[in-house]
């Protein structure tokens, strides 16, 4: 079954700078979701961007997608300690279910 | 509305017990996924059921693994017998079919020792 692939594993940036994550995907999509997982939480749902759309905003979360490519990101603008956390990007199954890849862990420094 | 909920949320069981984990989905949706989720191989879908009908269970590890959903409102997963490899943590999630993005629960902490 596809699985996304986040890049990179880890990543530890300034509070106030920006954070990018990759996600790379196999087979063709219907849609990809982005989700945080917090320390000791389940995952929540981000946002989520269709096959046929480039790019999509919700407030500082800015996500790309280039079905060429079959990649997408996940940009996080301004970041703050809160944003600290893992980050899985999910591609959907034709059987309606959906594949998270092994996630980004995202630290931000004080 | 209280989410997606989960019990327990720790459990500590020896090895060859019988473990069952439960989840209540949140009233409405109609379709609920059971994941496990370890370091070594990440978020793993287990099994996931459509209006309590299971769909899809080739992720279920083996035959010591069964799931079920008697009702709308209630699915439990069961481990029998446990063995130290199943210690992981446990989420259910649930979705309306059609609308997109999961709700998960805060999940289940196996430690089988």
Same mark, same amino acid.
């Given at each position: &079954?596809?699985?996304?692939?986040?890049?990179?594993?880890?990543?530890?940036?300034?509070?106030?700078?920006?954070?990018?994550?990759?996600?790379? @995907?196999?087979?063709?999509?219907?849609?990809?979701?982005? @989700?945080?997982?917090?320390?000791?939480?389940?995952?929540?749902?981000?946002?989520?961007?269709?096959?046929?759309?480039?790019?999509?905003? &919700?407030?500082?979360?800015?996500?790309?997608?280039?079905? &060429?490519?079959?990649?997408?990101?996940?940009?996080?603008?301004?970041?703050?300690?809160?944003?600290?956390?893992? @980050?899985?990007?999910?591609?959907?199954?034709?059987?309606?279910?959906?594949?998270?890849?092994?996630?980004?862990?995202?630290?931000?420094?004080? | 509305?209280?989410?997606? /909920?989960?019990?327990? $949320?720790?459990?500590?069981?020896?090895?060859?017990?019988?473990?069952?984990?439960?989840?209540?989905? /949140?009233?409405?949706?109609?379709?609920?996924?059971?994941?496990?989720?370890?370091?070594?191989?990440?978020?793993?879908?287990? /099994?996931?059921?459509?209006?309590?009908? +299971?769909?899809?269970?080739?992720?279920?590890?083996?035959?010591?693994?069964?799931?079920?959903? +008697?009702?709308?409102?209630?699915?439990?997963?069961? /481990?029998?017998?446990?063995? +130290? $490899?199943?210690?992981?943590?446990?989420?259910?999630?649930?979705?309306?079919?059609?609308?997109?993005?999961?709700?998960?629960?805060?999940?289940? $902490?196996?430690?089988?020792?």
């Amino acid at each position: &079954s596809q699985q996304g692939e986040e890049d990179p594993q880890a990543l530890s940036i300034q509070e106030g700078e920006n954070a990018t994550m990759n996600c790379s @995907y196999k087979t063709s999509i219907n849609n990809l979701q982005w @989700y945080r997982q917090n320390s000791g939480r389940g995952l929540v749902h981000l946002i989520l961007i269709r096959s046929n759309e480039r790019e999509k905003h &919700s407030g500082r979360l800015r996500v790309t997608l280039d079905t &060429s490519k079959k990649s997408s990101s996940l940009l996080i603008t301004a970041s703050r300690a809160a944003d600290t956390a893992s @980050y899985f990007c999910a591609t959907d199954d034709r059987d309606d279910k959906i594949i998270f890849g092994k996630g980004t862990r995202l630290h931000i420094l004080p | 509305d209280a989410g997606v /909920i989960q019990s327990p $949320r720790h459990e500590v069981t020896e090895m060859g017990q019988e473990v069952t984990l439960r989840c209540k989905p /949140i009233s409405g949706h109609n379709s609920l996924f059971w994941y496990r989720q370890t370091m070594m191989r990440g978020l793993e879908l287990l /099994i996931y059921f459509n209006n309590n009908v +299971p769909i899809d269970d080739s992720g279920m590890p083996e035959d010591r693994f069964s799931a079920k959903m +008697p009702n709308a409102s209630f699915s439990t997963l069961k /481990i029998q017998p446990s063995e +130290p $490899r199943d210690s992981a943590v446990y989420f259910c999630a649930s979705r309306l079919t059609g609308v997109y993005g999961y709700t998960f629960g805060s999940g289940t $902490r196996l430690t089988v020792v």
